[in-house]
């Protein structure tokens, strides 16, 4: 048996910018459902949504069929949590709140056998190998891993360049929400030092080589962050969209309107 290649991986170095949706209800039902509906990649949120490792290997075998890429979010830079998430057979990971080359450093060896890291090896306990049916899998998993760190602080801004060169770091994923609010700004991440921030950020990352992405609900938004360079957009989040259609159906039948959920300004 062949080890899964990265598609996402692999479409980042292509021409088109690439879609996603945030997946946050946490179930393999709903996931697979989402994953029928056409998105270039979609997140399963380990850090606010209410996941676990089980949760989220569920999730990764219901949407294993489909085109739509699963990018899984641990709630940390946890070493061990990294394990477990790589050996459930998560290809590409992100990480939140990497503010230092050092972190992201750390976190490329979690995803790395000795002598280039410190990932345990499962072997036939593990997803990932198949079960030890794919041939060579410690010398060649990390060909198809992708490592995504989220800049989010003004730290992380600082650091953006230094990040992103960090070899092993495949993509950086702004966080607008955390990054807006660690401004002073929050729940405003279109206040004009914030969108500065964020494409000083982009820049930095671009100049190093490296794909950039962010959450951007809000289609201009989305626009915006593409023009400027940003590889992968997530332009929904399941949680929102669920609410937002159960909403507009009941005042369609009350004769009400609905507005558009304040939420998708945050982002």
């Known amino acids: 048996m062949q080890l899964p290649r990265n598609i996402f991986k692999q ?10 949706i945030w997946a946050g209800l946490t179930t393999p039902y709903a996931a697979e459902i989402v994953a029928t509906t056409g998105y270039d ?3 399963l949120d380990g850090e606010h949504a209410p996941n676990t490792v089980p949760t989220l290997l569920g999730q990764l075998q219901a949407v294993a069929p489909y085109s739509t890429q699963p990018i899984v979010r641990a709630v940390n ?3 061990t949590l990294i394990k477990q998430l790589l050996d459930i057979g998560t290809q590409t990971l992100m990480v939140p709140m990497v503010e230092t080359a050092a972190q992201a450093t750390a976190l490329v060896q979690a995803t790395r056998y000795p002598p280039f890291g410190i ?11 198949r079960w030890d049916a794919v041939p ?14 989220q800049i989010e602080s003004r730290l ?3 650091n953006a360049a230094a990040i992103a060169a960090v070899e092993g770091v495949d993509a950086v994923f702004i966080g607008p929400a955390d990054l807006s609010t660690g401004m002073g700004h929050a729940g405003d991440a279109s206040h004009p030092e914030v969108q500065a921030t964020i494409r000083q950020t982009i820049d930095a990352v671009l100049t190093q ?39 507009t159906n009941l005042a369609s039948h009350k004769g009400q309107s609905v507005e558009a959920a304040p939420v998708s300004r945050v982002y």
């Open 41 to 43: 990649w979609m997140l």
């Open 119 to 129: 990932r345990g090896v499962g072997g036939g306990l593990a997803r990932a190998t």
């Open 77 to 79: 830079g946890d070493a």
């Open 136 to 149: 060579d899998y410690i010398r060649t998993a990390h060909e198809q891993l992708c490592l995504i760190v």
């Open 156 to 158: 992380g801004v600082e």
């Open 11 to 20: 479409a980042l170095a292509g021409p088109d910018t690439l879609y996603g």
């Open 209 to 247: 080589g490296k794909a950039c992405g962010i959450l951007a609900p809000n289609v201009d938004d989305a626009g915006r962050y593409a023009e400027w360079g940003c590889k992968f957009v997530a332009v929904g989040i399941d949680i929102s969209l669920l609410r937002l259609a159960a909403m």
